[in-house]
């Protein structure tokens, strides 16, 4: 049973880079079975996917948010990672990194447990 | 505004059943598969159906999916207080080559 943990810092100054680390364990990152996401969920909101990667390179960004955003794998570490420039308090939210089972359009199957990221001015 | 369009509340009686729809168009529920998430309070959002109408292990039967054109609904029978939870359905976006999220229903178990 993959599982997955977000980490990185919980609050982040306006205009600046949001950084987020997802930790994999009992799977790796570099199965060509499994692409790797990023999904995130405003304060009494829903949810909005932010974008998935995989080891394969096939990488696909929410168009509203593509200018801003990066994924990535670190194999080395058996992570992943999410950057988001520029953040405003729009991107104030809770972030979910998410695993998909053989393609970027099969379902996120398996979460982490949510990381809060409060942008201040 | 979401791409999917859910309805933001329902509720029903426990035992009864309830039902939850999801619209969309043809560059996402038309042609691509629906899957249904379940968020209890506080916690991540968990797999419920996939593939339209599949359940994942563990998932009781309680719960089915169904799909016709460019809608989808999720069904729940024999409402129990656990299943009060924020219920969202997403499919991919052929058109947006982006995952795609219905703006959620609040079940509420009276």
């Known amino acids: 049973q993959v599982q997955l943990q977000e980490s990185g810092p919980g609050l982040v100054k306006s205009s600046e880079t949001l950084s987020l680390t997802c930790t994999v364990s009992?799977?790796?990152?570099?199965?060509?079975?499994?692409?790797w996401g990023w999904i995130r969920q405003p304060p009494g909101k829903g949810l909005e996917w932010i974008g998935t990667t995989s080891y394969s390179g096939n990488t696909y960004y929410n168009p509203s948010l593509k200018s801003r955003v990066t994924i990535s794998l670190d194999t080395s570490k058996n992570e992943f990672s999410l950057r988001l420039s520029s953040v405003t308090a729009a991107d104030t939210a809770v972030y979910y990194c998410?695993?998909?089972?053989?393609?970027?359009?099969?379902?996120?199957?398996?979460w982490g447990q949510g990381t809060m990221v409060t942008v201040s001015s | 505004q979401s791409v999917l369009t859910q309805p933001p509340s329902v509720s029903a009686a426990p035992g009864h059943q309830v039902t939850i729809s999801c619209s969309g168009s043809?560059?996402?529920?038309?042609?691509?598969?629906v899957s249904w998430y379940q968020q209890l309070p506080g916690t991540a959002p968990k797999l419920l159906i996939f593939d339209n109408n599949k359940r994942p292990s563990g998932i009781p039967d309680r719960f089915s999916g169904s799909k016709s054109g460019t809608s989808a609904t999720l069904g729940i029978t024999g409402l129990q207080t656990g299943d009060e939870a924020d219920y969202y359905c997403g499919t991919w976006d052929s058109s947006l080559s982006a995952w795609v999220f219905g703006g959620g229903t609040k079940l509420t178990v009276l």
């Open positions: 043809g560059s996402n529920i038309g042609n691509n598969w």
């Open positions: 998410a695993r998909h089972m053989a393609s970027a359009a099969e379902p996120p199957d398996s």
């Open positions: 009992r799977v790796s990152v570099i199965s060509t079975v499994y692409f």
